[in-house]
């Protein structure tokens, strides 16, 4: 079954056409600067040369159109008709306490959407302009909505509940929901495969770490405690958000620098984190390149990265007492041998012990093993596949077919 894939921002339409038996892509790619003067598109077809061109590109619809243009056109041969896509996987990042599951797209499912935008309103709205594009486009075809938040559904009370007032989530469900759902589910799941160890019995934490960053704890395939909550502002310290901090800063900071809201909430999600650290750059890269050359402020920023990562993974450890598998994925966990090392070095109290030639040796996309054979713990390297996850259940809720094959 052929599922189109479709991840919107405000901005932006990145999309893959994947052939859910093989699970293979047949072709991705990305428009961005949708609205300005020019837009960017990439498109990347397996295995044939991809393209990267400059056109005016209005709105979400025209960008839709532009990805079924290329997918038709007879020089590219990718699908010979729009009847050739059997369906539409959208990636919403807040599914709300409604939604636990993947669900089928009708209008009570995105006046749902629409009414968790002050939840995630920077994610949300695009979410749902990319849903009514597409349903323009392609009309006759089931579409499926899957949650970044719905892995997270299993976290217990003690988990989710903050420590305020109970009628304030009652009124307004202000709670933890937790995301990079299916990141953190896909890797799990590809951990499973590589262990005779009964799933039920089998403790997990998954670090996704990338330019937005979280640490899930997975106890018996489910989720039971991770790091991002009522937004994905919450936990790490990332590229340009700040992570865990006491809230009265944020008083503080109003009086100090009389800031309105939207500042604060530019300042908090848009200009800390490792940008903020280090005054030069929210990409690992350009901080590991800057802290060789003696750049102290970098070299800081990646030490608070580091630490923040190594500290969940020690709660993580005490909440499940135990931990049979450490798991690196994204942008940072598949391709930084340093971070990993920096994140692991000093925990043999925990059973890790890292094989650094293993490590420095990983090969990025493949599945590799970089703890050493005595390691009570061990340490892999999982390269995530977000947008197989969601393709794989569109089929299944478009086709109301059973079990999914990722349980």
């Known amino acids: 079954m052929i599922v189109l894939v479709i991840n919107c921002g405000s901005s932006s339409v990145k999309y893959n056409l994947i052939e859910t038996e093989e699970k293979r892509d047949l072709c991705r790619g990305l428009i961005e600067r949708i609205g300005a003067v ?59 306490e409604m939604f636990k599951d993947s669900v089928l797209i009708d209008e009570d499912v995105m006046d749902a959407i629409r009414e968790a935008f002050d939840l995630a309103p920077l994610h949300n709205p695009p979410n749902l302009k990319g849903i009514q594009a597409a349903k323009k ?9 899957v949650f970044d938040t719905a892995f997270h559904h299993s976290l217990p009370a003690k988990s989710y509940l903050y420590g305020i007032p109970n009628r304030l989530y009652r009124r307004y469900k202000i709670r933890k929901y937790g995301f990079h759902g299916t990141s953190h589910y896909y890797v799990s799941r590809q951990y499973y495969k590589l262990t005779d160890k009964p799933r039920e019995k089998t403790k997990v934490i998954t670090c996704h770490l990338g330019n937005g960053a979280s640490v899930t704890a997975v106890d018996g395939t489910e989720s039971v ?20 901090l006491d809230p009265s800063i944020l008083f503080y900071l109003v009086e100090k620098e009389e800031l309105q809201l939207n500042s604060l909430h530019a300042l908090l999600n848009r200009h800390s984190g490792l940008l903020g650290l ?4 929210s990409d690992m890269r350009d901080l590991i390149a ?62 890790v012990e890292l094989d650094q030639k293993k490590n420095e040796a990983a090969k990025s996309g493949q599945i590799e093993k970089i703890s050493s054979d005595k390691s009570k713990t061990e340490v892999y390297v999982i390269p995530t596949n977000e947008e197989l996850v969601i393709a794989i259940d569109t089929a299944k809720i478009a086709t109301a077919s059973g079990q999914s094959p990722w349980v």
């Open 137 to 145: 486009n392609l009309p006759d075809i089931p579409h499926v909505a």
């Open 278 to 281: 280090s005054g030069y750059a």
């Open 290 to 351: 800057e802290a060789k050359n003696g750049d102290r402020r970098c070299q800081q920023a990646i030490d608070v990265f580091c630490h923040k990562v190594k500290q969940y993974i020690g709660a993580y450890s005490a909440i499940m007492n135990g931990c049979d598998a450490i798991i690196f994925t994204a942008g940072i966990g598949e391709n930084s041998p340093l971070i990993r090392q920096k994140i692991l070095e000093n925990m043999d109290q925990l059973g």
């Open 38 to 96: 020019t837009a960017i598109v990439k498109h990347e077809p397996a295995g044939k040369d991809g393209i990267k061109d400059t056109r005016h590109i209005a709105n979400h619809v025209e960008a839709l159109q532009e990805i079924m243009d290329y997918l038709l056109s007879p020089e590219n041969k990718i699908i010979s008709s729009p009847d050739d896509i059997k369906a539409v996987g959208h990636r919403v990042v807040h599914g709300g």
């Open 225 to 244: 405690e991770t790091s991002m909550g009522f937004t994905p502002l919450s936990g790490l310290v990332m590229g340009t958000r700040s992570g865990d």
